[in-house]
């Protein structure tokens, strides 16, 4: 099996990471006969391009052809590079992004970014993982990448990556995509994995631009560097939304709270932060651990109106409430992709959103769908869509795999985490829906049970799927052992959570418990209907280390 991606921790190229990537490779792209005639745009091989399109610059830095062509430069798109390299060493990779960065991961802009010492992190986007070890939030750094006008020539193929540019119409037959710029690209198979946008409020949306311009959708780099800026500006933040991003900007933004004077407000519907996840003693828990990190925790809270008056936002609550701030963090979702549904005659599912594909993440005969766009079809949990980093890179991954000619349905369940600071974390798996019986099973934690001491212990940084695999075996022998009783405890320092429909498990979350994930997948995979979940709770040995 492939590996997932790793960044370059070691690579000695550091500085230029960021700056590069955003340079578009063209000064090594070949030259090409520029024609004299503007309305004629000249594709790269020098021919006239006769379709009808705008006439723009010519593309030179686009190739006519790709065999793979993936859409979307996240970590889906990635992930399937890297296994369609593995499994077809000489192949052709072209990732076609919006973004003016080659890929990247996303969980650092919310997460080990905001707890850095080094202030040139911002720039450099290097930060320092829990365990102390640095990385780069790139999965490679751009030497790594061949040039896109370049990838038909080079000798053992590669991956290239053309920046800034978007696939706005798929022609399926023709097995060809245009790009905004006209440009036209065919490919033998292709991948979308387009992510998707973060959604806003309908409130905000509609208060106009000056509460817009003081408003912060988080998703991407550039809204990493500008929430940090501005929260070295302003006196109050007031993050809405009280899922597992609104609840980790909040506790970033609150630990810096006490330095810089600034007042950090956090709103949502729910009774207490990850409401929608965890079960109500546990996200009452979590609020007063979010409040500990200095955020002024609001439940309850529905925005009714939010306006821009005598130089300070205003937030109107449906019970009445107000709450003036100078800045609007909405977290409250992500809108999946699907703009190429029309062109290409896929269909979105009318419950999830995104693309909806079969278990093997096949669109139609040669298109996949992965990633955070991708609705697929879970052989264990029934239709589905998933918006972590794991899914992403396990998703591309099988995309990957497939797109190379393996046959294999994804059943592998992904996992997500969410860390509030260096202390306190939760790795969940399945369906985590806290309108579902759940059945909670804890212990003391020590001080060894923190997302920073599970890195430190592991050597590994960003925690997915690959890693939790590589501790399976010493795990088995483990569980042999005979565990102490294990005792319900109001102390929710550690403990297992299982998540029930009709009797069987369909979501765990491993409350500061670290590195059992395959634990957690077998069970779901087993789909057992089991007598006492104290028995099953045993396996993960929570009484240990
Ligand atoms: C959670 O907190 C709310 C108040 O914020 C309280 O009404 C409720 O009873 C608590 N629930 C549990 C299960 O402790
Ligand atoms: C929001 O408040 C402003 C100012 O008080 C008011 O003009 C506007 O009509 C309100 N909008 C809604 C939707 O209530
Ligand atoms: C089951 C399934 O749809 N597998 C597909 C994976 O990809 C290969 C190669 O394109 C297809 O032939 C399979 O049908």
């Known amino acids: 099996q492939a590996s997932i991606p790793e960044p370059t921790v070691e690579s000695p190229i550091r500085e230029p990471v960021v700056e590069a990537s ?10 090409v006969t520029q024609n004299e005639e503007p309305l004629a745009p000249v594709v790269e091989s020098g021919k006239l391009d006769t379709s009808p399109v705008e006439p723009t610059a010519a593309p030179s830095d686009v190739p006519e052809h790709a065999p793979y062509l993936l859409i979307g430069g996240g970590t889906a798109s990635f992930a399937a590079a890297r296994s369609i390299r ?3 060493p000489g192949a052709r990779v072209l990732i076609v992004t919006e973004e003016s960065d080659l890929p990247y991961m996303r969980p650092p802009l919310s997460k080990e970014l905001w707890f850095s010492d080094d202030p040139k992190a911002i720039e450099t986007l290097h930060f320092k993982q829990w365990n102390g070890k640095e990385r780069s939030i790139y999965f490679q750094p751009p030497s790594f990448y061949v040039s896109p006008a370049d990838l038909a020539k080079v000798e053992n193929g590669g991956v290239a990556v053309l920046t ?12 060809k995509v245009k790009l905004s710029d006209g440009a036209e690209i065919s490919y033998e198979k292709c991948l979308i994995a387009t992510g998707g946008v973060p959604r806003n409020l309908q409130v905000i949306e509609r208060a106009g631009e000056e509460v817009m311009k003081r408003t912060t959708l988080f998703r991407k780099i550039e ?9 070295g500006e302003v006196k109050s933040i007031i993050i809405i939304g009280g899922g597992f991003l609104g609840s980790e900007l909040a506790c970033a933004l609150g630990r810096r709270s006490t330095d810089v004077g600034l007042e950090v407000i956090q709103m ?12 109500e003693y546990l996200s ?9 990190e200095g955020v002024s925790v609001i439940t309850d809270a529905v925005v009714k109106n939010v306006t821009y008056k005598n130089d300070k936002l205003e937030i109107k609550l449906k019970d009445g409430r107000l709450f003036k701030t100078d800045h609007i963090v909405a977290a409250v979702g992500l809108e999946p992709s699907v703009d190429l549904a029309k062109s290409a005659g896929l269909e979105v599912d009318s419950d999830f959103g995104g693309y909806r594909v079969n278990a093997e993440l096949q669109a139609c005969s040669n298109i996949w769908v992965a990633g955070d766009a991708a609705c697929f079809y879970d052989i264990k ?6 918006e972590h980093h794991d899914h992403a890179v396990v998703s591309g991954r099988l995309a990957g795999e497939n797109m190379t000619g393996a046959s294999k349905p994804y059943w592998h369940q992904s996992m997500f985490w969410s860390d509030l600071g260096p202390d306190v974390g939760y790795e969940a798996i399945g369906i985590v829906d806290s309108s579902l019986p759940t059945v909670g099973v804890f212990a003391k934690a020590t001080a060894k049970d923190t997302p920073k001491a599970a890195t430190e212990q592991s050597g590994t940084g960003i925690r997915s799927e690959s890693e939790t695999e590589a501790v399976a075996g010493a795990l088995k022998a483990k569980t042999t052992a005979t565990p102490p009783p294990i005792q319900q405890k109001e102390d929710y320092g550690k403990g297992v959570i299982f998540y029930l429909r009709d009797q069987v498990v369909v979501g765990i979350v491993l409350w500061n418990v670290f590195n059992r994930m395959p634990i957690a997948r077998k069970i779901i995979k087993d789909g057992e209907q089991h007598a006492d ?8 040995n929570i009484h240990e280390d």
Do not use: Q, Y
């Open 22 to 31: 955003v340079i578009e490779p063209v000064a090594e792209a070949p030259a």
């Open 86 to 88: 593995a499994r077809d």
């Open 164 to 175: 800034g540019r978007k696939v706005v119409h798929m022609d399926v037959r023709g097995n």
């Open 223 to 231: 809204d990493f560097r500008s929430l940090e800026k501005i929260s």
């Open 268 to 279: 949502f519907p729910e009774k207490g932060n990850m409401g929608k996840v965890l079960p």
């Open 284 to 292: 009452n828990w979590t609020t007063e651990k979010v409040r500990k």
């Open 381 to 386: 949990l029934g239709r589905r869509r998933v």
């Open 533 to 540: 979940l104290n028995e099953v709770a045993k396996l993960f």
